[in-house]
């Protein structure tokens, strides 16, 4: 009888793990991911004056939110905020990844805009042409001509559609998913 | 893995879609030089962009790629949206074609995902009204 006692107890708190683990790892996993995509973002996107790429932020359901400093300088990490125990009792998206900088659909390539070479050097390499419309990467040329872009025409929508933030996600909960040890 | 091939599934159907309009309307892929910068006609850009190759797959046999295909439709600003989405109406249609094509033994398998759009934008200082759409695509070649 204390045996079969023993075993339940040992039963319980083998579920009290598997509860505990599994909820730090399905919360640190997106949370791991957000902030991986905010970087894989700041790697393919333009990068000028370094504003851009520093005002990507992450926001949970229930409203927390971590954010870039908005100013220049060399693209830096934004740690995400941990969902709450109130964020799991929404059903749907747990992270947002968005961009607060004034101009950030023209540097995703989403719509025109009017673009002023500032005749600084840009912190990231750059390609040289004629922008051939309003699109901030839609340059031709041969390296030579007016215009100057530090990311591809696209980036944004490549990165988006072309399988890369499956592929981080998926990456990030295996490894979160693989730290369990019960 | 066959790039170009890829690359030739999607932009023939939408060459010839924009072909078999009157009059009419040219279509600017990647790397082309053609299009006059502030040119005030009508034209078409489709920028084919390549994500991720040759996930692993339960056969090495295949070749698989994914990606992004955004285009975007030049017409004349200020004289209302009819024109653009006609044109939009073309492309879109061209990309649910390729969704019907069935796969053979070779050549290049394409399927492209829900279609984002259409958007639309005017700025003061650019001559045209722009569409846009964009869609994911993954193609896989067979031979």
Known sequence: MARNRGFLNELDRLAENIDRIAVAAFSRGPAR???????????????????FSNSWQIETTDGRRTSGSGSPGL?????APLLSGRGFA????????????????EARDLVEGYFIDPGTTPLKEYDRGTRVSGYRGDLVG????????TAPLDWYTTYLRGGAIDRRIRIQLDEELGRIRL | MNYQAIRAAVENPLLSAFGALVPAVPVYFD?????PPNTTTEYVRVNVTFGITNEPTLTSSVDNARGAIVIRV??????????????????VNALETLNSTAKTTSGVFFRVGEINGPTFS????????????????VATVLS
């Open chain 1, 33 to 51: 991911a957000a902030e991986e995509i905010v970087v894989d973002l700041q790697e393919a996107g333009p990068v000028w004056s370094g504003k």
């Open chain 2, 122 to 137: 005017a700025t003061e200082e650019a001559p045209h009204f722009v569409g846009r759409i964009d869609t994911s695509y």
């Open chain 2, 31 to 35: 790397n082309i030089t053609a299009v």
């Open chain 1, 75 to 79: 693209p830096q990490r934004i740690p």
């Open chain 1, 90 to 105: 929404f059903d749907d998206v747990k992270y947002t990844i968005s961009n607060f900088s004034p101009y950030a659909d």
């Open chain 2, 74 to 91: 030049f017409t004349e600003k200020g004289r209302g949206p009819a024109r653009n989405q006609t044109l939009l109406t073309a492309a």
């Open chain 1, 142 to 149: 041969d390296d030579e001509g007016p215009n100057r872009s």
